[in-house]
């Protein structure tokens, strides 16, 4: 058994400190070296320097004891592939001292196993987790994980697409990602989560007395709109005038229309669940849309 985590990433204590919430990351996977370029650029890597999300990266074979390093075996009533075994993955989330499922406080921490037989995971799901101070995730493979896992640790699965991996080291980055950034002070721009693709409805009110509206707005669960920036003409294409007229009330109302429009075309799916006003309804029903 291991006397410390395989990988870590996170900040020294002592800066973790000076926050009042630091959530923690711990990755349970075969490949624990997958993690280390993800966790090492962009918002991540600057979020662990920060303090604000820490990272454990735990590689299951230190919790095998054969001389192979065995966390696989096949399936009891044949079919193809192999399946992770339980005692390397039950003894890697005691090690971590978790309490038994059944005493857990989970508003405040949660083993996660990823799946494709899990729940859909969703920038609702991201938020969820957000407010917790530890997740745990169990990085599934081969042909899947012994159910007696996730009965007697998982508090649930999670998938990100209808699709099957090789491995659910590419979920838990996902996972890790779209959540760390929902936390306060891992994005340059706290705001950026909520102007964004699935962000929520706000904004768009004055700021103060004779202020004039913000010209951006939350998304009310919308595909974000679309976005230009220098040149203003590029291979013979414009940049929407109404975007350099400086009106925010229109440049908001475009907005608000072009997120309406790639919604219907792209995911129809996710109108029923958005925030629509009256006047989103009937632009909406002016392209063809039908409630």
């Not at 054969?66 to 096949?74: G, I, K, L, P």
Request: glycine residues 10%; proline residues 6%; neutral net charge.
């Amino acid at each position: 058994m291991p006397t410390m985590p395989a990988v870590l990433f996170a900040t020294r204590a002592a800066r973790i400190s000076t926050f009042r919430f630091c959530m923690r990351f711990d990755l349970i996977t075969i490949f624990p070296e997958f993690f280390a370029s993800i966790l090492n650029h962009g918002v991540l890597r600057r979020g662990i320097a920060a303090g604000r999300v820490a990272v454990a990266v735990h590689d299951l074979r230190a919790f095998a004891h054969d001389r192979h390093r065995t966390v696989d075996d096949r399936p009891f009533g044949g079919g193809e592939g192999m399946v992770l075994k339980p005692e390397p993955l039950s003894e890697a989330v005691e090690w971590l001292g978790l309490p038994p499922k059944t005493d857990r406080n989970t508003t405040r921490e949660r083993v996660i196993l990823l799946s494709a037989q899990g729940s859909r995971f969703t920038q609702a799901v991201a938020r969820e987790l957000a407010k917790l101070e530890r997740v745990v995730l169990i990085c599934g493979r081969y042909e899947g994980v012994d159910e007696r896992i996730s009965e007697l640790f998982c508090d649930g699965e999670l998938s990100i697409g209808d699709f099957v991996l090789s491995g659910g080291e590419l979920a838990a980055a996902v996972v890790v990602d779209a959540t760390a950034r929902l936390l306060p002070g891992v994005l340059g721009n706290e705001a950026s989560s909520e102007y964004e693709s699935f962000g929520l409805l706000g904004g768009g009110e004055p700021a103060a007395p004779g202020v004039p509206p913000r010209s951006t707005h939350g998304s009310g669960g919308l595909l974000d709109y679309p976005h230009y920036t220098r040149p203003a003409e590029f291979r013979g294409l414009k940049v929407p005038e109404i975007l350099t007229r400086g009106d925010h009330a229109a440049i908001r109302r475009w907005r608000r229309e072009r997120a309406l429009e790639k919604t219907w075309r792209n995911r129809p799916d996710l109108l029923p669940g958005a925030q629509l006003s009256e006047t989103d309804r009937a632009f909406l029903r002016s392209l063809g849309w039908a409630e």
